[in-house]
Structure formats: structure tokens, C-alpha cells
């Protein structure tokens, strides 16, 4: 397993619960809820080894790590009904592979654009998180 303890993906500290909330394990990542919730429903499919790069996953992994991400949007689909999923994998420079998965809604923030990394601006009270993330399980 690749590991590296700098990483907040790896290692699971606060600067990961800061920005994220687990949602539940699938065969070869964990998903979290972002939570900035601009885009309701954000999410974010993380994979279960430090590897920078989906052309560093064998062919068989990477299609395990692409099922997740699908399993995912699906779930979101069915919660939520957004009119489009963006899908973003950057990651310059925490270099943990990771697809963030962004409903958008037609008239909605970004629509027609590409999402805002970060707006910081729509926080939810814990109960909200907890009733989002109980949607979006329930649909997995
Ligand atoms: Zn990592």
C-alpha cells in the first residue's frame, strides 16, 4: 500500500475533517461529502492508496476506482436529481488521486461553467449533513 503520512487523505487528520465528512467505504475508495455545499450533494471519491495518478493504477484498478466514482454519481443522481454531475480530478498539488463529483442544477451556481473549487460560502448545520448523507447512502 502507498502511504504517505504528510498526506491528509492518507492519514485521515482534521485537515481532512475540516472539508469532508465520510460517507462510507466502496471496493477501492472512500466517499466524502464535501462540506462546502454549494453544489448540493458535492462529493468526493477518494482512492484507498496514495497513487498520483490514474495512469499508476493497473488497468484492472483503475477500472475498480472508475465503478466507484460511477457507483457514487449514480447514488447522487437518484437523491437528488441534478440536471448534469461535473466530474474533477486536479490535485497539483496534493497529489492523492481523487475525483470530486459536483451536481449542478440548471440555473443553479456555475451552471454552464466549470464549478468553483472552493466558494466557502454554504456551510450546513450537522443535522443537514447528517440527512444529506443518509439520502445519498440510502441511494448507494
Ligand atoms: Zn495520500
Given at each position: 500500500m502507498s502511504f504517505d503520512e504528510k498526506c491528509f487523505y492518507?492519514?485521515?487528520n482534521k485537515d481532512l475533517d475540516s472539508l469532508m465528512i465520510k460517507i462510507c467505504d466502496l471496493n477501492v475508495s472512500t466517499v466524502y461529502l464535501f462540506k462546502e455545499q454549494t453544489y448540493n450533494g458535492r462529493?468526493?471519491?477518494v482512492y484507498k492508496e496514495h497513487k498520483s495518478e490514474i495512469t499508476d493504477l493497473t488497468?484492472?484498478?483503475a477500472a475498480a476506482f472508475i465503478n466507484d466514482v460511477r457507483k457514487?454519481?449514480?447514488a447522487?443522481?437518484?437523491a437528488l436529481n441534478p440536471d448534469k454531475i461535473n466530474y474533477g480530478a486536479f490535485a497539483d498539488t496534493m497529489k492523492h488521486l481523487h475525483?470530486?463529483?459536483v451536481p449542478k442544477y440548471?440555473?443553479?451556481p456555475s451552471w454552464g461553467k466549470t464549478f468553483d473549487m472552493n466558494p466557502a460560502k454554504t456551510f450546513l448545520s450537522e443535522e443537514e449533513y447528517e440527512k444529506l448523507i443518509v439520502n445519498i447512502k440510502n441511494n448507494l
Amino acid at each position: 500500500m502507498s502511504f504517505d503520512e504528510k498526506c491528509f487523505y492518507c492519514s485521515k487528520n482534521k485537515d481532512l475533517d475540516s472539508l469532508m465528512i465520510k460517507i462510507c467505504d466502496l471496493n477501492v475508495s472512500t466517499v466524502y461529502l464535501f462540506k462546502e455545499q454549494t453544489y448540493n450533494g458535492r462529493c468526493n471519491v477518494v482512492y484507498k492508496e496514495h497513487k498520483s495518478e490514474i495512469t499508476d493504477l493497473t488497468e484492472d484498478e483503475a477500472a475498480a476506482f472508475i465503478n466507484d466514482v460511477r457507483k457514487a454519481a449514480k447514488a447522487i443522481h437518484k437523491a437528488l436529481n441534478p440536471d448534469k454531475i461535473n466530474y474533477g480530478a486536479f490535485a497539483d498539488t496534493m497529489k492523492h488521486l481523487h475525483i470530486h463529483i459536483v451536481p449542478k442544477y440548471k440555473g443553479g451556481p456555475s451552471w454552464g461553467k466549470t464549478f468553483d473549487m472552493n466558494p466557502a460560502k454554504t456551510f450546513l448545520s450537522e443535522e443537514e449533513y447528517e440527512k444529506l448523507i443518509v439520502n445519498i447512502k440510502n441511494n448507494l
